[in-house]
C-alpha cells in the first residue's frame, strides 16, 4: 500500500515538473551544499568544504542521535563559491552525530562518527 502512494507521489512530482519548467528549476538549483567532509571518523578537528551561491551567514551545529544540539559555531560571513571551514571536536565523546549546517532558508546534513 506505501509503494502504491509513493509511486502516485513520484508521477505527480514528475507530471508537475514537465508541465511546469520553473518548478523544475527550482528544484535543481540550490543556494548551498557541503561538497566534502573529511576527515571521517574525526579524532580532534574536522574540515567541511561547503558551496554558497549567494551572500549569507552559516551556521555549523552538532546534533546527537537524540537529537539534541550538542555544539553550535559561532555564524560565519560567506561569498559566492567554494570555502573550507576547520571545526574542533576535540571536547566531545565519541559517538555519531549529524553535522548541520544552515544558510538563509537551506541546510545540509552529513553524519559524522567521533572516534
Do not use: C
Amino acid at each position: 500500500m506505501k509503494t502504491k502512494y509513493l509511486l502516485i507521489i513520484l508521477i505527480f512530482t514528475m507530471v508537475s515538473m514537465f508541465t511546469n519548467p520553473a518548478l523544475a528549476q527550482d528544484l535543481d538549483k540550490k543556494q548551498f551544499q557541503i561538497e566534502k567532509i573529511f576527515p571521517n571518523p574525526v579524532d580532534d578537528f574536522v574540515f567541511v568544504e561547503f558551496q554558497s551561491v549567494e551572500y549569507g551567514k552559516v551556521v555549523f551545529e552538532l546534533i546527537d542521535i537524540l537529537g539534541n544540539t550538542v555544539q553550535k559555531w559561532k555564524p560565519a560571513n560567506t561569498l559566492p563559491g567554494i570555502h573550507k571551514i576547520r571545526l574542533d571536536l576535540n571536547p566531545l565523546q565519541t559517538g555519531v552525530y549529524l553535522l548541520r549546517a544552515r544558510i538563509d532558508n537551506e541546510s545540509a546534513v552529513v553524519r559524522l562518527r567521533k572516534v
